[in-house]
């Protein structure tokens, strides 16, 4: 299994521009979440998802959208970037009666 | 969501037993306590959940009073390659099996040889 993977690693955005961060698990989990990581904040919940066709928010939504078509994939997108959504950014699996996270190995996004 | 409080960072030696303390004031019945374990540029790593009481695995205990509103890592015998940031992780059960995850600001922990 390759577990839970990210692409890209690494992302260089001007302000105003659009993208997808892509998250894939192929462990057949139903929760998948993203997370993103500042200097000092910990990480914080931006949108999660308990299954194909479910998302919700988390504790930092503003600026991101996040659809679940299928089991594998939750991908991530900002549709306008700005300065403050510089980061570090990681996805996370688990199975629904487990409490274990897998996570990716992140996407360092900057914006300039 | 819950608050978690946990200490900046700790210091120890080689072979000697840390605890790190996070304290989760609203804590509901429901919720439950996990544990993770970061290194520099990786994704946090799963090192032990707990309900109530003590759980012991291979790697760490987790001990959590009756009240529930703390919980205590305890590593014992720490090594340099344990030198991370570690976080307390409080699941909120918000219905129908959906829980929200808060992860608090981790505590650095520096293990000096």
């Known amino acids: 299994n390759a577990g839970v993977t990210q692409t890209p690693k690494f992302q260089v955005l001007k302000t105003g521009q659009s993208m997808t961060l892509q998250c894939a698990q192929d462990m057949n989990h139903e929760y998948m979440s993203w997370y993103r990581q500042d200097p000092g904040m910990g990480l914080r919940l931006i949108h999660y998802?308990?299954?194909?066709?479910?998302?919700d928010q988390g504790e930092v939504p503003n600026g991101y959208n996040v659809s679940r078509s299928t089991t594998e994939d939750f991908p991530l997108r900002l549709l306008s970037a700005a300065p403050s959504q510089t980061s570090v950014y990681f996805c996370?699996?688990?199975?629904?009666?487990?409490?274990?996270?897998?996570f990716g190995p992140g996407t360092r996004l900057t914006v300039t | 969501l819950a608050k978690t409080t946990q200490p900046i960072s700790m210091d120890s030696y080689e072979g000697q037993e840390v605890n790190i303390t996070c304290s989760h004031n609203?804590?509901?019945?429901?919720?439950?306590i996990t544990w993770y374990q970061q290194f520099p540029s990786q994704g946090p790593r799963f090192i032990i959940q707990g309900y109530k009481t003590k759980v012991t695995n291979e790697v760490a205990s987790l001990f959590i009073p009756a009240d529930r509103k703390s919980s205590t890592l305890s590593l014992p015998r720490v090594s340099l390659s344990d030198t991370a940031v570690y976080y307390c992780l409080v699941g909120l059960y918000s219905g129908a099996g959906s829980y929200q995850l808060t992860f608090g600001k981790g505590t650095k922990l520096s293990v000096i040889p």
């Open positions: 998802s308990v299954g194909a066709g479910i998302t």
């Open positions: 609203n804590i509901a019945t429901n919720d439950y």
């Open positions: 996370a699996s688990r199975p629904r009666d487990h409490y274990e996270q897998y």
